[in-house]
């Protein structure tokens, strides 16, 4: 178990240095294709097209990780492709540059995420798997931190958008410096894996119904650019203050991964659906509501990411065998992402027409899912 335990925090301290690269710009990207003249529907659409690519990219991955087996070679490939593009967007003059930019970076994290997640379930058998991947994302959300506040410091010293950039290489470097030792220490990170007795004995239909939990869950979650750019164009917070309301989100994040984690462990699915319920209520504190409603909209909203990001990834190692976790995975993601595109299009071409609308949508496509999951749970 110290063995295992010891894989996933290396792996937690790369996600740490990847996150302090990639969310460090994640949290002013809406902010700057405002300022590159780009229109609400085009950052909605960016965000979704980004997030779109990257997780159809998982399905082909997935699929490339089950037969080959070549894990690390996937994850080092992703990494590498993930973290240049963020330092290389200080070099974007205007937003269509930028746009292809967060694309390639969402496309280097789709490529490298089912291998490096097949490698985490197989020591997470050994701890718990919510516990295992709630341990990752916490690591992971460390990062989500640093990053953002990094950038805060570089605006707040009048350094600009693309200083801020620029200094976001450094913890890329260290990122791939870390994952190169978790290499050199498990080169064979599957001999982790312990046998479970498996509880789910039609996985197929199981998986199917998840599928479905994912769906309304992704298309009805506003990505954070756009949060970003309603913060800026209704003027409620100043530019400086957006990427730390960013890393407030990301705090609450990595401490809920922990819990819901811990609680998937022992009470399964019924611990996601009071994680949806609680994340609804995202929308209309932070696009409806003043200055205290929005800091309470943000926080509600890091609820949800760190739910998705740990107990729904861990879910999955519950239900499939390893020798096919690459593949639903892949799945998995392709599914969600292909969602979360349609989701985040429609939420910005709402956000020019009304609003209430754009919240109602949030609202009621992440309700819907409580009924899939009470089935799920049902079947488990």
Known sequence: MRRAAKFIILLGVVSLFADMTYEGARGITGPFLFMLGAS????????????????????FSGYIADRTRRYWFMTFTGYIINLVAVPLLALAFNWQVAILLIILERIGKGFRTPARDVMLSHATSQVGHGWGFGIHEALDQVGAILGPLMVFLVLYLRGGYRTGFLFLGLPAIFAILTLTVAYFLFPHPQRLEIETHRLVESPGLVFWLYIGVACLIGAGYADFPLIGYHFKNVTLFGDSLIPVFYALAMLVDALSALLFGRFFDHYGFRVMMVSVILSSLFAPLVFLGGVLAAVFGVVLWGVGMGA???????????????????SAYGIFNMFFGFSWFIGSLLMGMLYEVSLAALVMFSVIMQLLAIPLLVKVEKSV
């Not at 609400?40 to 979704?48: E, L, R």
């Not at 998705?308 to 690459?326: F, H, K, N, T, V």
């Open 40 to 59: 609400a529907t085009m950052v909605g659409f960016a965000s979704g097209l980004g997030e779109l690519s990257g997780y159809i990219i998982r399905l």
């Open 308 to 326: 998705q990001e740990s107990i729904m990834r861990a879910a999955i190692a519950r239900i499939i065998p390893s020798d096919r976790r690459g």
